[in-house]
């Protein structure tokens, strides 16, 4: 352990904060307003201060001195499956996470959301988040993260922020893409041949590529399918049915050349969950979960890159390229 703490809002299913744990954080505090997912994060890590509430409400000066203040603020607001009103959309919560930041005087900031906000049209927003991090003292930059890139069998691009206080900024660089990731069917024979399906090797050569990413929907849409037709077709293309989602493995007597569907572990394993994390409620709920999470293996990169930051900033080590203030 480093003996560095995070303070995790919208932490959803765990997933950045379960990858931030295994990059030696402490949470100081996990922060998620939907009942569902509070029950996930308390029944995989029960020492946990889960906090079941909206942001809005956390006091971030109770927080004062935490290492980290970590989120995935909600990405309907600049999502291009939604409306993308950003700044006028009700769900956007950075002003939120701003505030905290302010309030708790974190070392360093992590941030993620969809690859939308990276587009032209939220470019006055992202200067705007820029710009009052630079007023509170924070050297900080945006780039794309592909999950890909960090051993997880799914593209997933997630547009990422991360920061550090100026005097920590020497250390800071991003994560180095760890090589090749595993094929879908390389990550999920096992799963698939579990019930002693005949096809699943077969299966494997098929399934010869990352899946595209998974969609968990909301409460309004969204349900046990693996997104909209785009993606359907993608999966399809890996001989996945991604209309549906499946109760259980195929079995010892379906047809061997069957395009099975993914099951709740199965989709869990694409997005880098470990096979022993548990989500709580019924199949469309927990998909949901699973869908909207932030990928472990790509925060724990992160969380490792930032440790380094303030390790190297507190012993004085070599600097490697850094992040340029703006």
Known sequence: ????????????????????????????AVVEIEPAACATLRLNRPGWNVIEGDVADLDGREYEGVDLVAGGVPCPPFSIAGQRKGADDERDLFPQALRLIKEAKPRAVLLENVRGLATSRFADYRAGVLARLHELGYVTQWQVINASEHGVPQLRPRFVLMGVKKEYSEGLAWPTPVGTPPTVGEALVDLMAADGWEGALAWR????????TLVGGSRKHGGPDLGPTRARASWAALGVNGK????????????????????????????????????????????????????PPVARALGKAIAASLGAASTGSAAVPHLIAV
Not at 14 to 22: D, K, N, V
Request: contains cysteine.
């Open 1 to 28: 352990m480093t003996g560095l703490t995070a303070l995790e809002i919208c932490a959803g299913a765990g997933g950045q904060a379960l990858g931030l744990e295994q990059a030696g954080f402490d949470h100081a």
């Open 244 to 295: 549906t989602l499946a109760n259980d493995p195929p079995r010892a007597g379906d047809p061997i050349d069957l395009d099975p569907g993914l099951t709740l572990r199965m989709a869990a394993r694409v997005q880098g969950f470990p096979d022993d994390w548990q989500f709580f409620g019924r199949k469309t709920a927990a998909y949901r979960q699973i869908g909207n999470a932030f990928p």
């Open 205 to 212: 050569e098929r399934a010869s590529g990352v899946g595209p």
